[in-house]
T-cell receptor, first 116, second 115 residues
Framework: DAGVIQSPRHEVTEMGQEVTLRCKPISGHDYLFWYRQTMMRGLELLIYFNNNVPIDDSGMPEDRFSAKMPNASFSTLKIQPSEPRDSAVYFC??????????????FGPGTRLTVL | AQTVTQSQPEMSVQEAETVTLSCTYDTSESNYYLFWYKQPPSRQMILVIRQEAYKQQNATENRFSVNFQKAAKSFSLKISDSQLGDTAMYFCAFLTQGGSEKLVFGKGTKLTVNP
C-alpha cells in the first residue's frame, strides 16, 4: 500500500491567491482527517470525514477554508483567499474503524504551504 | 474539552541511555486511548505506541514503553537504549472512546539523541 498521498509537497503562493491541497487516503479507509501544524499552535484538527461525509468541521478557522470529499479516494482542502498567517504544514490522515479498538490514524507526508 | 500537556519542550540524551518524556492530560471521560507519535525531520508522523485506558498493564513496543497512571492522568514515554534515529519531535495524543474521532495532540517534545 502506498500510504496516504498528499500533493503538492510544497506550495508557495502570494497573498490573495487560491490554494488547493489534495489527499488520497489509504484504500478501504473510511475516515479522513485534515490537520494543520504550526509552531505557535501545534497540531490542530481542522475537519474530518466519515464515509465522505463531514462530521466535525469545528476546527476550520474561518470561511476562507473549505474541504470536500467527493469520493472515497480523494479529498481537497481549499483556502480562498490565502493569507500569510495560513502558512503551515497541512497533514491529511486516514483510518479504518475496527470493532473494539482505536482507529489508528495514518498520516501523509504533509504539504508545506508558504503564503507570501 | 480534553487537553494534553507536554511540559518539556526540548530534551537530549546520550546514545544508548534511557530517556523519559512526560505527558499529562485532562478529561472527564473514563474510557479513552492515548498515543505517542514520532515526527522525525522528514516530517512524517509515525505512531510509536498506544494505550487503552481500561488496561492497567503498560504498553510496550520494543525499546519504547509507557508509564500510564490513570488517576494522575499521566502518560509518560520511556525510550531505552536510545539510538540516533530516535531524534525527532514526540507528540502525546488523546482520543475519546466512542463518539468523536478527534485526536487531541500536545505541543510536542523535541528529543535529540547525541552520539
Amino acid at each position: 500500500d502506498a500510504g496516504v498521498i498528499q500533493s503538492p509537497r510544497h506550495e508557495v503562493t502570494e497573498m490573495g491567491q487560491e490554494v488547493t491541497l489534495r489527499c488520497k487516503p489509504i484504500s478501504g479507509h473510511d475516515y479522513l482527517f485534515w490537520y494543520r501544524q504550526t509552531m505557535m499552535r501545534g497540531l490542530e484538527l481542522l475537519i474530518y470525514f466519515n464515509n465522505n461525509v463531514p462530521i466535525d468541521d469545528s476546527g476550520m478557522p474561518e470561511d476562507r477554508f473549505s474541504a470536500k470529499m467527493p469520493n472515497a479516494s480523494f479529498s481537497t482542502l481549499k483556502i480562498q483567499p490565502s493569507e500569510p498567517r495560513d502558512s503551515a504544514v497541512y497533514f491529511c490522515a486516514s483510518s479504518l474503524r475496527l470493532a473494539g479498538g482505536p482507529n489508528e490514524q495514518f498520516f501523509g507526508p504533509g504539504t508545506r504551504l508558504t503564503v507570501l | 474539552a480534553q487537553t494534553v500537556t507536554q511540559s518539556q519542550p526540548e530534551m537530549s540524551v546520550q546514545e544508548a541511555e534511557t530517556v523519559t518524556l512526560s505527558c499529562t492530560y485532562d478529561t472527564s471521560e473514563s474510557n479513552y486511548y492515548l498515543f505517542w507519535y514520532k515526527q522525525p525531520p522528514s516530517r512524517q508522523m509515525i505512531l510509536v505506541i498506544r494505550q487503552e485506558a481500561y488496561k492497567q498493564q503498560n504498553a510496550t513496543e520494543n525499546r519504547f514503553s509507557v508509564n500510564f497512571q490513570k488517576a494522575a492522568k499521566s502518560f509518560s514515554l520511556k525510550i531505552s537504549d536510545s539510538q540516533l534515529g530516535d531524534t525527532a519531535m514526540y507528540f502525546c495524543a488523546f482520543l475519546t472512546q466512542g463518539g468523536s474521532e478527534k485526536l487531541v495532540f500536545g505541543k510536542g517534545t523535541k528529543l535529540t539523541v547525541n552520539p
